[in-house]
């Protein structure tokens, strides 16, 4: 009986060994250890765009400019001392005679005209006659005169005696654009009309 529990127990002690092991291995796995935590792309700078050596900047007007205006001229204009007065040969037909008044650059420098400027047509003893200028043509543009150059404006008038009155004029006063003193040279023409004078303004050609 002895020998029988004796096995028996130790039947027991193997089989809790068993039963201990099956628990053992029954029980769950250890937790994996915690993944680490996701970090951010790293952020690289661009590089910076290559700077092109070979550009330029353009060339400032010669002038400077004026933040509130247009650029400055950097020609001066023509002064009535800068400037000599002929007058062209007339072409007369119809009752009208025309002719170019030319402003010659006498000076040594150059310089700019721009608009009509003014006339009066005066007699023998240089007495005002009567004038009234009339303006028509194109629109006035920029002319640069250097030494030497002409700028011309054309002159037109009736000569017709039944358009009266009629006035016989023996100089022509010329006022260049933007001045006051005149220039006079001999202008021997009957103008009709009260002393109509239809300018245009100075371009560099003739018409």
């Given amino acids: 009986m002895t020998r029988i529990l004796a096995g028996r127990s130790r039947w027991l002690l193997a089989s809790g060994g068993v039963v201990l092991a099956a628990a053992?291995?029954?029980?769950?796995?250890?937790?994996p250890?915690?993944?680490?935590?996701a970090t951010a792309p790293a952020v690289v700078p661009a590089a910076p765009a290559p700077v092109d050596h070979t550009a330029t900047t353009p060339d400032s007007p010669t002038g400077g400019t004026d933040q509130t205006g247009p650029p400055r001229p950097v020609t001066p204009r023509c002064h009535t001392a800068d400037l000599a007065l002929e007058v062209g040969q007339d072409d007369s037909g119809m009752g009208h005679t025309g002719l170019n008044l030319a402003l010659v650059n006498r000076s040594a420098h150059r310089c700019r005209?721009?608009?009509?400027?003014?006339?009066?047509?005066?007699d023998a003893a240089r007495a005002a006659l009567p004038t009234r200028q009339e303006r028509?043509?194109?629109?006035?543009?920029?002319?640069t005169?250097?030494?030497?150059d002409r700028a011309y404006s054309a002159l037109y008038w009736l000569h017709m005696p039944e358009v009266q009155p009629c006035s016989n004029a023996a100089f022509l006063q010329v006022i260049p654009p933007d001045e006051t003193e005149p220039i006079r040279a001999r202008f021997a023409y009957s103008v009709c009309g009260n002393g109509a004078l239809s300018q245009r303004p100075y371009q560099p050609n003739p018409t």
């Avoid at 028509?136 to 002319?143: A, C, F, I, M, Y």
């Fill in 145 to 148: 005169l250097r030494p030497g």
């Fill in 33 to 37: 250890a915690p993944a680490a935590p």
């Fill in 24 to 31: 053992v291995g029954c029980q769950s796995a250890p937790d």
């Fill in 113 to 122: 005209i721009y608009g009509y400027g003014g006339v009066q047509l005066l």
């Fill in 136 to 143: 028509s043509g194109q629109r006035p543009e920029l002319v």
